[in-house]
Nanobody
Framework: QVHVVESGGGLVQAGGSLRLSCAAS????????MGWFRQAPGQERVFVAG????????GYADSVKGRFTISRDNAKNTVYLQMNSLKPEDTAVYYC??????????????????WGQGTQVTVSL
């Protein structure tokens, strides 16, 4: 089991940027694909972005393509989500999670195992 902790959320105006971080406490972090999901009030948790264990492959939800960038630093056991051009509809709790070590990035929440507690992102008009 990998313990992950998200940080970097906050309140930002539309058009602004935030960078989320997800830090893992185990060295085995580098063996896992990683994913970012978000959940807005009253809605289900949905895939935002994912990255393969090596960082060589990434995947994004259509709603964030061109605005969000996922990256990882395996030496620091950390995965990042750079969010630019934020919109009010990006408001949600953002979670990171460990995923299966596949070439392709999984997009289903059920494929991910170890989840953090989440970090709130609020985008105001």
């Amino acid at each position: 089991q990998v313990h992950v902790v998200e940080s970097g959320g906050g309140l930002v105006q539309a058009g602004g940027s935030l960078r989320l971080s997800c830090a893992a406490s185990e060295r085995t972090f580098r063996l896992y694909n990683m994913g970012w999901f978000r959940q807005a009030p009253g809605q289900e948790r949905v895939f935002v972005a994912g990255i393969s264990w090596s960082g060589g492959n990434t995947g994004y939800a259509d709603s964030v393509k061109g605005r969000f960038t996922i990256s990882r630093d395996n030496a620091k056991n950390t995965v990042y989500l750079q969010m630019n051009s934020l919109k009010p509809e990006d408001t949600a709790v953002y979670y990171c999670a460990t995923g299966p070590s596949r070439t392709l990035v999984a997009t289903a929440a059920g494929d991910y195992t170890d989840w953090g507690q989440g970090t709130q992102v609020t985008v105001s008009l």
